[in-house]
């Protein structure tokens, strides 16, 4: 049985092992330093963290909060989103850019009131039939609002992982069947609200994309192929 318990803290890849406790509280002790304040992540509202899970998509968060805040105010929840016209709507979000996603809000909150009520589903099946809302934004919604422990498969997590163990990054990563294992394997069971903003909190502060990463202030760097031969 204790052999069990080993074997299962152990996540290998690449002919590389990372003991997934010991990295998920060296992340997470990371996170709780270095955490962003958005104004999404001060709720645990589902409504509220839904608005910015369709908001974020191909947005930079930094953008998106003054949109986010004056959304809520107007729309404070599901019922008063689906009264609004789509002018309403298109007024509210133009600024984001990614104009198809203005009806696809409008649908969504009709389809949370026809189906489930007005209330946001907490089921990652149920999520997903509603329109607008993606593989990402469900896992997102049901780890940020539920602490469930769903995964977060994007290009930022992607690139954490791929230069941890030193796999090739590629576009289509994100669809790769050995990265969403690794990341499954990876998140916390216990606290994953946590680990997952502070996984994407280090890809944007320190494992980063449009500039080199500062390995020298990662915390994952004992542990890191990348960060190793650097």
């Not at 919604?141 to 163990?165: H, K, M, Q, S």
Request: glycine content about 4%; charged content about 25%.
């Amino acid at each position: 049985m204790k052999r069990d318990r080993v074997i299962a803290e152990i996540v290998q890849a690449n002919g590389y092992i990372i003991d997934s406790r010991a990295f998920r509280k060296t992340l997470v002790a990371w996170g709780r330093k270095h955490f962003r304040p958005f104004p999404w992540r001060q709720t645990k509202n589902p409504y509220r963290i839904l608005v910015a899970e369709v908001m974020l998509h191909r947005t930079q968060a930094l953008q998106v909060v003054p949109v986010y805040k004056r959304f809520v105010r107007c729309y404070p929840d599901v019922v008063t989103l689906a009264r609004a016209s789509q002018k309403e709507i298109r007024s509210a979000l133009h600024s984001l850019g990614l104009h198809w996603r203005i009806d696809l809000v409008r649908k969504m909150a009709a389809g949370i009131i026809r189906t489930f009520g007005g209330k946001v589903p907490q089921k990652r099946e149920d999520l997903l039939i509603l329109p607008g809302v993606s593989d990402y934004v469900a896992s997102a919604l049901c780890c940020f609002a539920y602490n469930i422990p769903e995964t977060l498969i994007d290009t930022n997590t992607v690139r954490v992982v791929g230069r941890l163990y030193g796999l090739k990054i590629k576009d289509s990563s994100r669809r790769n069947r050995r990265f969403r294992e690794i990341l499954v394997a990876l998140v916390d069971p216990s606290n994953p609200r946590a680990y997952n903003y502070a996984l994407l909190d280090l890809a944007d502060q320190v494992c980063t994309r449009k500039r080199p990463p500062e390995c020298g202030r990662c915390p994952l760097a004992g542990w890191c192929v990348y960060a190793q031969a650097r």
